[in-house]
């Protein structure tokens, strides 16, 4: 195991400092105070600034100060997250160290308060009354189990019983952009809170469509959200959280590319293309704290129904119509129990299940060939899991910790499939069948981790990732109906150290990931869809850099850098004869990179309490979006700002997205023997008024 050789490392370092002492009880160990520390995830036992892993975490008030909306925003904000935009809300597919899935299941996880997050269409939702979201990298199989073999990202909302008050949001920008919220907390005594909150966004769309002289990627959304918290005594604590989401969107603003320099010329096809979703999240959460351990319980129900149609030959004749219509019900529960002791040693202990059941429907018109198809799938999941996690502080010398973990998953799945071909008013049956799969696995985990007796930290991990298999919605032949799991050992080296007083945090790691049977989406021979099989092997090896805080009072900065060089190490295509071994991932930016500045003065003036000014810059690229690396995208970077005023209750901002008008190309396929391209979003600009009563 590569852990092995970072071992003397570790102690070596350990026995130069054995005659300095340093706190038994890291929580008291000096770091950059940047935020609260406030452990919110029940699977936390520490802030993560003193985890063994690579996360970043960005507040409420960061979020808020660079405009961010959308978690697609993200993209490149965090070293090696890369978020593409596929055109609709239908795919957010998120890639971090070049993990991840543009089709089926996601390869990153996402948890909203503690619910998890299983279908991809509903990773794009509104950024309202979020207090802090924390991207961890890497695997977190141990802990979270299936599909998070890239990472995790949870998403926190505001707790009623730590904020009061109503605020009302209105915000008004160029190519129709709306964006309107309102907010009320409010506590009853010192026991229970309630959250209640609404948000509607609108915006005209940025492409224009030649064949219809409208624009394409026209989009309303509305949300609503309530959040209930009641803690009876100081041992337990009550929650539930429910939301609701509605969005329909024309989408695809997608181009025909020039075949030499694979540029994309103007959106020009006949047929309007859309998504609309509608989704609705509730979670029930308990926690008990216990004399030395906590006990935590999250429940939940999702409901996710979309219905999608897109000119999948995009162009002004009628040739094919793709439309989708998918009903998704998830109910899970997650328990655990941990020790809170400070003692030297540690544990948690942890169950969770699930069952999923996915009713999809795809219909393509073939107009210039006179039929139709229409395929149902029936796809039922359910699972469960079993996982445990031990630290041991102070294992051979003052400051070395040791933690380990486990997990084993078990997964069966389903698919009741049948196909028509309908044509002349009539309907014939092609194919049916019924395919089960059972997936298990068991992912463990161990890191090294030595806290210096004055401050910082350096750490070693090798964690195991897991990603299941499924079943494909479109195939032509038998043995593509379905693929298998996918899994990675990450080994990764890293160090936190804080300067300047505590005022500059600075955070490194080196990653090297090697994962088999990677899941690699492929055209179908027709070129009028796209399915998943496995690759041979794959590698990806890269650094990530991060440097926050405040180096003098009023100013925040934060520079982030990842570095990933992501190569096939055996992949044959049969079906073409292509052998892509040494060639580059797909969907992999080699380098992502985020500076940034938030600079507030307060009492600049009689009439101003507080002026701020943000601004912020990413890069990203080179990315190859096909297997044989021949069509990319140069590295080109977007510049954010935006600048406000704040009087008494009233807040007066200005802000403005891609001023210099990077052209570039967000997403990039081909389909139908054609190059297809989306461009990315032009520059921008806007207000805000915000109003805290």
Known sequence: MKLLYFLPVFFFLSHTAKGEEIEKDTSKIRNVELNEIVVQSFKQQRDLRLEPLSATAVTGTAIQ???????????SFIPNLFMPDYG??????VYIRGIGSKINSPSVGLYVDGIPYFEKSAFDFDFAEVDRIEVLRGPQGTLYGRNTMGGIINVYTKSPLKYEGTNLWLSNGTYGYRDYSLSHYNKIGEKFGYAISGNYTNSDGYFTNLYTDKKADDSKAGSARIRLEWKPNTRLSLGLMSSFDRSNQGGYPYAVCDSVTHRPGDVNYNDYSFYKRTLSTTGFSADYQGAGYSINSRTAFQYLSDHQGIDQDFSPRSIYFARQDMK???VSEELNIKSTTTGRYKWLFGAFGFWQGIDNTVILDYFNKGYTT????DTPTYGVAFYHQSTIDDLLTRGLSLTFGLRYDYEHASNDYLFYKEADGGSQQMDAFDNKLKFSQVTPKIALQYMFPSTGMIYATATKGYKTGGFNTSFDREEDRSFKPETSWNYELGAKHPFLDNRLNAEFCFFWIDWKNQQIYQMLATQTGQFLRNAGRSESKGIEVSLQGNPVNGLMVQVNYGFTHATF???KDNRKGIDYAGNFLPMVPRHTFAA???????????????????????GTGRILWKEDNKVSQSYYGLLNAKVSATKDF?????????????????YYFESAGNGLAQKGRPFTIGGNIQLSF
């Open 65 to 75: 100060n660079r405009n961010i909306t959308g978690i697609k925003e993200f993209s």
């Open 596 to 618: 940034g500045a938030d600079y507030t003065i307060p009492h600049p003036c009689t009439h101003i309490d507080r002026f701020t000014v943000s601004a912020g810059y990413t």
């Open 569 to 571: 190490k055996d992949y």
């Open 650 to 666: 009233i807040t007066f901002a200005i802000w403005a997205k891609n001023i210099t008008n990077a052209d570039y190309v967000a």
């Open 328 to 330: 998704q019900k998830m």
């Open 88 to 93: 609709s809300k239908l795919t957010s597919p």
């Open 374 to 377: 229409r395929k149902l799938y």
